[in-house]
């Protein structure tokens, strides 16, 4: 937690924790907030414009629209927390044993993850979703079980970069046991660069998450969800073409809040896979938008010693 | 070239006599890199479509129950069952799933009856379509944005490129499409916003009717693209060689695409062989969105109605496109950067 203390000190960071903490009270207690309910239907005030009792105006169906956002709130972020914590419980320890646990285990989850990152985000959670029933778990179990790939590797390449460390071969060679080691060696170490990749995969899961439910995959359709607003405003965009706005805004501030935060982590602490192993990995910049798998948690990891010819 | 420069070729020598080692040599190191590549794709491969295959044992709908309807019988449901050959163990199943499937069987769809594989070789072009322009056009735009920044680091051109490129990394494709409607649809009725004709019937059309689409598609990976370009081009320009080619008088503009972009167009290989799965992805909601008669809406389409031999299809052909992909990358990559030749060699 010393990483986010000392990332706080950047006003990007203070300013992009604390939009994130303003989504997430929403986000609990959007029920209370919402000023009408978000499913009641008024057919005589459809596609209204923002004005009075409404102030983002109503829908296809006279809902009324600020009601449907904060409801909706709830629904897209959860989904996106469940996402990333499925993908941390998976990916961590199976990174760091990848590097404990020898050669054997290295190779098979090392296949298993290339495998995961070869499957389409996308469509593979759209046939999870319709071969398994189309609830919101699965989705997003499944989102959390492909993003596990890039904890595994961030893990794995960090860790690698440390059991290489002269300190750690000391402890080893003074007999200090595997657990122990990564107790109190490597565990430390880790953690920041574990916490600016949960905070660009949280972008990505967001935006998975919202691409899923404008799909229509994961929602049930009288719930409101950020991606589902678009996706029904679109009918109606000549008479209301400026509705999506208001929704696109919310996902990119706050895949944006949490990219930065990432940054602000990453500049702060210093400690990113490709500054400890010294390699120069492929675009260490922001999470990216189809989000799923932002580039720099592959770079630093192909460059592990077992790998050779993969292009991942 | 390089390899001529390797000891282990005999230098002086009538020029058919160098010309054989060469060729062998380039054969052998074809051989063991397609090899390294082939250990690598192979088992990837058959986890993900035993992962693919396997989802559908998972699943409760019982297709005989669900083709029947309320009156069969448990006899019919068995009988169907054998018909389906689901009676089998999963791993007999698979195995038949993926031979058929290499012989181009991937079953018939449980509602329509219809092969699966006429189905995606009637949608599969609009995919391959869209990507292979919204590619295009990642390349281009990218490439040129990211060359510009590169040879004047911290102009306000580069400082333009940067900003861009963070922001379009954080705005989702369907986002941009969505604007791209509402600018060119909607407020300026200048392209449709939905539809699809195929490029042998009428290539303007075509074109009009992807423009949208692929742009949309493709802004993250330009942005990608350009990002990693420009880092890895600003890093070559400042090696020995590029100062070396200088000195010896070539022209600025040899220098940069001849010796510098070779070098540095590695990474941003890379970037586009791991970009492809998301890229396909990206594909699935862009279609949606644009009304695309694609392989996405094929998809979801099956998706809402459990049909498992048509989603375990369209996932088994997007994960052969994205393993191809990786292969050709890895191949272009020996191809452009000696050392990862004389590595694999």
Known sequence: MTALRRALQLRSARISLGLLVLVLLVGIFGGWL???DPLAQNTAAIL??????QWLGTDYLGRDVLSRLIDGTGRSVFGALEAVGVAMLLGIPAGLASVVFGRVFEWVTLRFVDSLMTLPFIIFAVAVAGILGNGPN????????????LFYRITRAATLGLTSA????MAELLGASKNWVIRVHVWNKVLPTIAVTTANCLAAALLAVSSLTFLGIGVQPPVSTWGGMLASDLNFLSQRPWAPVIPSLMIILTVAACNALADAIRDTTGVSPTARTGIT?????????QGIGPAQGIGPAQAGPAQGASAR | MVALLEPAV???GPAEAVARPVALQWAVRFGTGLGRALAIVVPVGLVSTFVTFALGSFSNSNPAAAVLGDLATPADIARMNHQFGLDQPLLVQYWQWITAALHGDLGTSWFTTIPVADSIKQTLPVDLSLTALAMLIALLLGGAAGIAAALRPGSRFDRAVTALCAIASTVPAFVIGIGLIIVFSVLLPVLPSGGYVPFTENPVQWLRFLILPALALSLDLTADIARQLRNSLVGTLREN???GAEVRGLSRRRVVFRHALRNAAGPTLTVLGVRVPQLIGGAVITETLFNLPGMSKLTLDAAAQQDIPVIQGTLLVAITIVLLANVLVNGMLVRLRPQARRRSG
């Open chain 2, 241 to 243: 060689f590029v100062t």
């Open chain 1, 281 to 289: 990995g492929p675009a260490a910049g922001a999470g990216s938008a």
């Open chain 1, 34 to 36: 919402a000023p009408q």
């Open chain 1, 48 to 53: 209204q414009g923002p004005g009075s009792g």
């Open chain 1, 138 to 149: 699965q989705a997003m179990l499944t989102i959390g079980v492909l993003l596990s790939a």
């Open chain 2, 10 to 12: 005999p230098l002086a």
């Open chain 1, 166 to 169: 002269q300190y750690v071969e």
